[in-house]
């Protein structure tokens, strides 16, 4: 089963631009984390939130969460062809359950 | 940080026969691993929890005779896909987690994933 929604499904955008993502979940957390899956890839761990905190930054990277509203937003500034990706956000208590995921394409 | 691998990174295999996949956590122990099963342009589905000496926890819908699960030690999990079909074809990853890691407020740790195709 998938832990919440993500949204929007799909994002398309220059390079320069920002992009924002956002998750909603729908049980309580210890934390939340945010994922980046290249195409046929592994994942990778980009940060991970905790629920008394309510911003994090990491790099071009900013996490925003709202534990009354349950979710939490992912920006990405100045994006980079590199950063094409699908981008999960990921929780839960006794184990990681995913969200649907946002495939984000930066066009040079 | 720390290392999960998977192995085999890719397979294909005939119809109608097994496949093992292995999941070793390289540089810590863990009581308990995880298996997800991803389908092309999809999430990541979490099939499993794998605990160490014990019975795995089967998520709702996933065959525990289809997709057998061995922690026989605290470094490694096998899932076994057994008398594959075409429909088995995906993405298997695993994660390991150390530590509690979830309560711990830190990162999950997963493998590289396990491209299968069945023909």
């Known amino acids: 089963s998938q832990q919440g929604e993500e949204d929007p499904q799909a994002l398309s955008i220059q390079e320069g631009e920002n992009a924002t993502m956002n998750c909603s979940y729908k049980?309580?957390?210890?934390?939340l984390q945010w994922y980046r899956q290249n195409s046929g890839r592994g994942l990778v761990h980009l940060i991970l939130i905790r629920s008394n905190e309510r911003e994090k930054h990491s790099g071009r990277l900013r996490v925003t969460l709202d534990t009354s509203k349950k979710s939490s937003s992912l920006l990405i500034t100045a994006s980079r062809a590199a950063d094409t990706a699908s981008y999960f956000c990921a929780t839960g208590t006794d184990k990681l359950i995913f969200g649907t995921g946002t495939r984000l394409q930066v066009f040079p | 940080g720390a290392v999960v691998s998977q192995h085999p990174s890719r397979v294909i295999c005939k119809s109608g026969t097994s496949v093992k996949i292995e999941c070793r956590s390289l540089?810590?122990?863990?009581?308990?691993m995880f298996w997800y099963r991803q389908f092309p342009k999809k999430s990541l589905m979490l099939m499993a929890t794998s605990n160490e000496g014990s019975k795995a926890t089967y998520e709702q819908g996933v065959e525990k005779d289809k997709f057998l699960i061995n922690h026989a030690s605290l470094t490694l999990s096998t899932l076994t896909v057994t008398s594959a079909h075409p429909e088995d074809s995906s993405f298997y990853i695993c994660?390991?987690?150390?530590?509690?890691?979830?309560?711990?407020?830190?990162?999950?740790?997963f493998g590289q994933g396990t491209r299968l195709t069945v023909v």
């Open positions: 540089d810590f122990q863990a009581t308990t």
């Open positions: 049980t309580s957390i210890n934390n």
């Open positions: 994660s390991a987690d150390p530590s509690a890691a979830l309560w711990t407020n830190t990162e999950a740790f």
